[in-house]
């Protein structure tokens, strides 16, 4: 995989994660999965999480890395997956330890990992499955801004 779209405006960073993680991949024409990644950017001021977008070449490389199921290309794919030490986290896993990673407040709702997943999916599932109903879906995924373009990975 090469290094995301536009790096050549910014030198690598040290603590750049490189392509194994963490990396959040998000349904690409989602916008409410496109929002989650424009929340998700300034709240981790380390730049500690990269993205790609599920439908990216990228993403399947990425879970076939993990030994993650690959959705069928006409499916509707996952809303968000965090891929980190060698795991694919989806759901409400993937939401809760995204957060423990950003500043602020947000680590702490990592204790809600402590409720079993079917409990915690139930609102997930909900909001996933009207998803593109309530918030929209594009035809192509969004361009990152300049500034933001190291964090999101290409194939």
Known sequence: MNRAAGTG???PRTDDPGPEGPIVLF???CNLCAGAVRFIIPR???GRFRFAALQSDAAREILEGVGAPIQEPEASPPSLVLVSEGRAHVRSGAALRIAAGLGRGW???VVLLV?????RDLAYRFVARNRYRW?????????P????????IDA
């Open 107 to 109: 680590p702490l709702l």
């Open 135 to 143: 918030f929209g879906k594009e035809t192509a995924c969004d361009v």
């Open 115 to 119: 409720i079993p997943p079917p409990l």
């Open 44 to 46: 981790d001021r380390s």
């Open 145 to 152: 801004r300049i500034d933001e373009a190291w964090r999101f």
């Open 9 to 11: 405006d910014r030198s």
């Open 27 to 29: 349904d690409g024409v």
